[in-house]
């Protein structure tokens, strides 16, 4: 089997008017899609059940996106029963057949291009960009994972003991969980799942409650594109019932989640338990979130660092576990720089996606409380040049924050500690280039950062200690691209599973060493 070299999905313009009056239409045509029921989906059965998980649309609360039926613990047994017995056959089925289902289920989405994106603006608030980034992304891990599997999991080289033949081979794990966040609710939930599957195990995933309808879609798409029932299982849910209940059961041979710190490490001090019955150790790959830095130092272009700050702090209303949210600047180009990020930021237009606004409303309720609670100790913890208040009746408006800029705070600072995930930047003022290193590498986590300076020694010095999964040097820190840059975190960012990267696939296998005496 020989596919085409591996490149990233090309990015539709909706600047341009054909484009932009497409996308319009797309969205018309989902509106008409909205408030439907939807089932669990365990083998070839549909469960529809009346007590569902409400999806709405964050930037208008009042629009039901869809009911999504909400699966207990018995459906989380169910669904391993099922998952188990798919094995047996997805397991023996050929790598090239397997490898067929992501290439085609790629191809659907770039035709359905539009309305997945249209989804995503109307289900989690992404505009037309975001969203267009999200759908080629999902494009990119099939394709990507797909070559991988090709070459990463067919041969094994292994040396040759005199008297012997010696090989080895790589064998799935079994039945696996995916838990994923609402942020990438289309790229990553089919990467998380589809990386697995591709290598022969079979899955059972489980979608952040937010995000559960778009996750049905995804669900469709790997079905029409061939999937055999019970290969993927669609148990949307709580994540403290479903979620819990499918972490810790003895069936459970692998979890892969994308999320919070918090729910991460929970999972993961849950897996280590060996359940009554369980005859293996539970594999775990986290990805977890971020406290994301970006240093600019005197020597730097200052226009071009302002405005990668803004686009990688305030795209997608910062809740990116890539997004910026700790600008660390240099004290002699410190008031130039937050004057120019402040003024970019105040010429950002806040509102509804759907009308390809720049930042929209943050996810829930929750998160706007959160948010909320943020701008109060914002002025006690520093100064807030630009925004700083939050919608005061979301239940109509939306669950919109102003985009904030918070100057002047300390690197110990909460502002400067916590991970908030929306659209606030904390700008913190260093004396120099080894001052801003030190800050840099001082929180609990690693995922992202990056560094504007023009001095090649710094640059070299920054590649050795910024200590992060992912640096950017003189660009902004989000919008990672499958194959280039393997995504993942150090420290409590993360297991640094990498994403995207060339070793992705060797989480969800495991490697059988055959020598036959001859
Ligand atoms: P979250 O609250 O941790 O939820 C993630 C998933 O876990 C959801 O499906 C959730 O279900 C489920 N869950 C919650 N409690 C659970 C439990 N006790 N047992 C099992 N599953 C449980 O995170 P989020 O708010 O959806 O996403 C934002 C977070 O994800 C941020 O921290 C962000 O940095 C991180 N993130 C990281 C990456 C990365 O690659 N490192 C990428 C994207 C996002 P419910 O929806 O039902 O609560
Ligand atoms: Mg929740």
Request: hydrophobic share 40%.
């Amino acid at each position: 089997m020989n596919l085409p070299e591996y490149v990233n999905e090309p990015y539709a313009d909706y600047t341009v008017a054909d484009n932009n009056a497409a996308y319009r239409a797309a969205l018309e045509n989902v509106r008409g899609q909205l408030g439907r029921d939807y089932p669990l989906i365990i083998g070839d059965q549909h469960i529809m059940l009346t007590d569902a998980i409400l999806s709405v649309n964050p930037c208008n609360p009042q629009q039901v996106i869809g009911r999504v039926s909400s699966a207990t613990a018995a459906h989380a047994q169910q669904a391993l029963e099922v998952a188990q017995t798919a094995f047996q056959s997805w397991k023996n089925t050929s790598l090239e057949t397997r490898v067929a289902v992501l290439v085609k289920a790629a191809q659907i989405i770039r035709e359905r291009k539009l309305e997945y994106n249209a989804w995503l603006t109307l289900e989690v608030g992404k505009n037309y960009a975001e969203a267009e980034g999200e759908t080629a992304e999902a494009v990119d891990f099939l394709e990507y994972y797909a070559r991988s599997a090709l070459s990463l999991l067919k041969t094994v080289q292994t040396y040759q003991l005199p008297g012997e033949h010696d090989r080895a081979e790589y064998i799935p794990l079994g039945v696996g969980v995916s838990i994923t966040p609402w942020n990438f609710p289309f790229a990553i939930f089919l990467g998380q799942a589809c990386a697995p599957i591709v290598a022969g195990n079979t899955m059972i995933v489980k979608p952040a409650e937010d995000s559960a309808v778009i996750a049905y879609k995804a669900i469709e798409l790997l079905l029409e594109a061939g999937l055999p029932h019970g290969v993927i299982n669609y148990l949307p849910g709580l994540g403290e019932v479903v979620g819990d209940a499918l972490v810790k059961h003895p069936m459970t041979r692998f979890i892969s989640f994308t999320g919070s710190k918090s729910v991460g490490l929970h999972i993961n001090a849950e897996a280590a338990k060996v359940g009554a019955g369980q005859k293996w150790i539970k594999r775990v790959t986290l990805e977890l979130g971020g406290k994301d830095s970006m240093i600019i130092d005197e020597t730097a272009d200052l226009e071009a660092a302002a405005s990668a700050a803004v686009a990688g702090a305030f795209g997608f209303a910062g809740q990116k576990c890539s997004a910026l949210s700790r600008l660390i600047v240099v004290d002699s180009v410190y008031a130039q720089v937050l004057e120019s990020v402040t003024q970019k930021v105040k010429a950002l237009t806040v509102g509804d996606p759907a009308d390809n606004k720049y930042v929209n409303a943050v996810i829930n309720q929750e998160s706007l409380e959160k948010s909320k609670h943020y701008l109060e100790i914002a002025p006690t913890e520093g100064r807030v040049t630009v925004g700083g208040s939050a919608s005061s009746n979301p239940e109509t408006e939306g669950y919109f924050v102003q985009p904030t800029v918070v100057a002047d705070v300390k690197p110990h600072a909460k502002l400067a500690q916590d991970e908030i995930f929306a659209p606030i930047l904390t700008v913190i003022p260093v004396k120099d280039f080894e001052e801003a290193v030190q800050v840099f590498n001082n929180t609990d986590y690693g995922l992202t950062g990056g560094i504007f300076s023009s001095d090649p020694q710094r640059l070299e010095r920054a590649e050795r200690e910024l200590h992060v999964g992912n640096l950017y040097l003189n660009r902004k820190i989000t919008g990672a691209m499958v194959g280039c840059h393997p995504f993942g975190g150090f420290n409590l960012s993360g297991t640094d599973s990498k994403a995207g990267g060339p070793d992705y696939l060797l989480h969800f296998v495991q490697m059988k060493s055959i020598a036959r005496k001859i």
